[in-house]
């Protein structure tokens, strides 16, 4: 960045940041769904793991 006698320095853009506007009813929707997909998923994932502790657990105690 050159620097002009002067000038004030402008803040550095971050990577992937796009400007900056007042959400939309849209967009809040958007989120919420969203985040009731992420919950979904970690519940899902969270009993897969549940599951396969279980079937270890079985396993390594054979059954009795």
């Known amino acids: 960045m ?3 006698a002067g000038e ?3 803040p550095e853009a ?3 940041s796009r400007p900056r ?4 009813p849209e967009d ?3 989120r919420a ?3 009731e997909r ?3 998923m970690a519940w899902l994932l969270g009993g897969l793991v549940l599951l396969l502790f279980l079937i270890t657990l079985v396993k390594v ?3 009795k």
Do not use: F, M, N, Y
């Not at 506007?21 to 939309?24: A, D, G, K």
């Open 2 to 4: 050159s620097k002009i």
């Open 8 to 10: 004030e320095p402008q």
């Open 14 to 16: 971050e990577l992937g």
């Open 21 to 24: 506007h007042p959400p939309r």
């Open 28 to 30: 809040e929707l958007i």
């Open 33 to 35: 769904r969203q985040r």
């Open 38 to 40: 992420a919950r979904i």
């Open 61 to 63: 105690g054979g059954g």
